[in-house]
């Protein structure tokens, strides 16, 4: 009876692991592609997927395809641009919204959760509409002041979701003693309140940052003046067909970077519990 | 802390300029017939409500509700399942898998559904006729958005009392039994913010019905990216202020239904 039991639980978590690794291999099929055109000689051919046999033209297309490069480091200025500023903003804002009274709070709270609701399509279209009215007095308003408003926009409210429950949690006590020992308001909040916050500062960062470099819609009604992001020069020169390769290039070297740092993560995370399980035995 | 009061007034400023002038660019911007923002030519006009009557409106607000519903179901019934495996698996390194669950966000999402698209379109694949069809653009927008489902999930399972379970178990329930009265009850808030996540970019968005579907699914999104590409600002206004009001609207319900189940649980 128990033997009978025991095959019948490793039969269903067997089940359980295939079926995690079937939903996870259907999220890896774009990025097996996308790897396997990167090194694909004929990546642009008529016939889809057709292999042309090993190269490495498509790396290089990357340093001398123009529209390409520029799309990257367009791309790359926005968001960390973005993200820089929208840190700085959402934890000051963050402090901000602590501090009011109830009704007040709940009126920011409401505020703040708008952007996240709002369709990325209307966010976008907004944003064009107040820089179209500005256009008059700032004819080269397009491009990366807009884009760069528009990223920094649509990152706070995540930015601060992230802040304001740590800020909560915050004893205050902590300032109002440094504040007794003499310490200036703004003295406290950097030396007390700010550095207590860093790993939900960070983690905030890293999300806006993420969102920020894949955003299509968005950067899609905010472009121009030839300034424009990764995603859109993509889509419009897959719409255009004259897709560059390069393309495949610059995503595989990420995936590639991004896989050594989940690896180096994890073997940093193995090695102190293989042996803390040693100790324990 | 209470001093830092004003620190919240510049954000709520920005907030104003950037939520609520554009509302209110968009609502006049409906009375008036105009090539784009070109206000000296501009005209007052009822144009854009007039043709609201358009039956294609309706087919493709119809259109988006379909492809959401299903993306949004399909989700749940993949991702639920990974989130508890992953969650309630004796692995010693859950934070591992999560990692591999991100790793294919951080490639381009477009560039996927460009490869998506390659995919369809090589000789095996293209015999089922998959582009242009509804089906592929719901598949695709699954295979985009899933972690936005699994992760809330997984977060609420993580954080849950454990101690429940091992209660219900004790107490002699059986385990799908315990599983739908305290596990599923108590993760609830996780997939409701699951929901949310994906269905906001799978109803209003338009570069996978666009690339998947050419031009052959339309859907909202791509119904107000057009009428912005013509110029007619008035309409396409229009359009965004009804597809805010009708995502809010559905958010607000969901959320109500959501916390309504909750609380006849609390009473029973």
């Known amino acids: 009876m128990l033997e009978k039991n025991g095959a019948k639980a490793i039969i269903i978590s067997i089940l359980k692991a295939i079926f995690v690794l079937a939903v996870l291999s259907l999220m890896y099929v774009p990025v097996v592609i996308i790897v396997y055109q990167s090194f694909n000689a004929t990546a642009n051919s008529i016939t889809p997927l057709s292999w042309g046999g090993l190269t490495l033209d498509n790396y290089k297309e990357m340093f001398t395809n123009r529209q390409l490069y520029t799309s990257i480091l367009d791309s790359l200025l926005v968001s960390f641009c973005a993200t820089f500023i929208a840190t700085i903003g959402g934890l000051f804002a963050s402090i901000g919204i602590n501090a009011l009274d109830k009704k007040a709070r709940r009126t920011m709270d409401f505020l703040n959760e708008i952007p996240m609701l709002n369709s990325e399509i209307v966010t976008g279209i907004s944003i064009m509409l107040i820089f179209s009215l500005i256009t008059p007095v700032f004819p080269d308003a397009f491009g990366f002041p807009s884009m760069l408003v528009a990223h920094v926009f649509f990152m706070l409210p995540y930015v601060i979701l992230m802040i304001l429950p740590k800020l909560e949690q915050t004893d205050e006590s902590y300032f109002e003693a440094a504040r007794d020992l003499g310490c200036s308001p703004a003295k406290a909040l950097f030396k007390i309140v700010i550095p207590n916050l860093s790993t939900a500062i960070l983690t905030g960062a890293l999300i806006a940052f993420t969102l920020s470099i894949d955003d299509f819609v968005i950067s899609f009604y905010t472009q121009g003046n030839g300034f424009s992001n990764f995603s859109n020069y993509v889509y419009s020169s897959y719409t255009k067909k004259n897709f560059s390769a390069g393309s495949y290039a610059f995503n595989a070297l990420l995936t590639f970077i991004s896989l050594a740092i989940v690896l180096f993560v994890s073997l940093r995370q193995t090695m102190p519990k293989k042996k803390k399980g040693e100790e324990s035995l | ?268």
């Not at chain 2, 509700?65 to 399909?74: E, G, K, P, Q, W």
């Not at chain 2, 379109?121 to 509804?134: E, M, V």
């Open chain 2, 1 to 268: 802390m209470k001093r830092f009061k004003w620190l919240a007034i510049p954000y709520f400023v920005w907030l104003i300029l950037l939520v609520a002038l554009p509302l209110v660019v968009m609502l006049v911007l409906t009375f008036f017939s105009s090539n784009g923002m070109n206000l000296s030519t501009a005209e007052f006009s009822l144009d854009a409500y007039k043709r609201l009557a358009d039956i294609s409106i309706l087919k493709a607000t119809w259109n988006s509700l379909v492809v959401a519903f299903f993306s949004v179901l399909i989700c749940f019934l993949l991702g639920y399942p990974v989130a508890y495996f992953i969650s309630f698996s004796k692995l010693r390194h859950k934070l591992l898998v999560l990692l591999f669950l991100i790793l294919p966000m951080w490639c381009n999402s477009m560039l996927r559904i460009v490869g998506w698209l390659r995919l369809f379109s090589t000789p095996i694949l293209s015999q089922f006729n998959l582009i242009g069809t509804n089906s592929a653009v719901i598949f695709v927008t699954v295979t985009t958005y899933l972690p936005f489902m699994i992760f809330p999930i997984y977060t609420v399972l993580e954080k849950m009392d454990r101690s429940l379970i091992e209660a219900s178990k004790d107490l002699g329930v059986n385990a799908w039994k315990t599983f739908l009265k305290i596990t599923f009850p108590l993760s609830l808030s996780g997939v409701s913010s699951g929901v949310v996540m994906v269905f906001l970019p799978a109803a209003t968005g338009f570069a996978i019905s666009q690339t998947i579907g050419q031009g052959k699914v339309r859907l909202i999104g791509n119904l107000i990216q057009s009428v912005f590409e013509k110029n007619n600002y008035g309409f396409g206004s229009l359009l965004s202020i009804l597809v805010s009001l009708l995502i809010i609207a559905i958010v607000l319900t969901f959320n109500k239904l959501q916390s309504k189940g909750r609380g006849s649980k609390a009473h029973a």
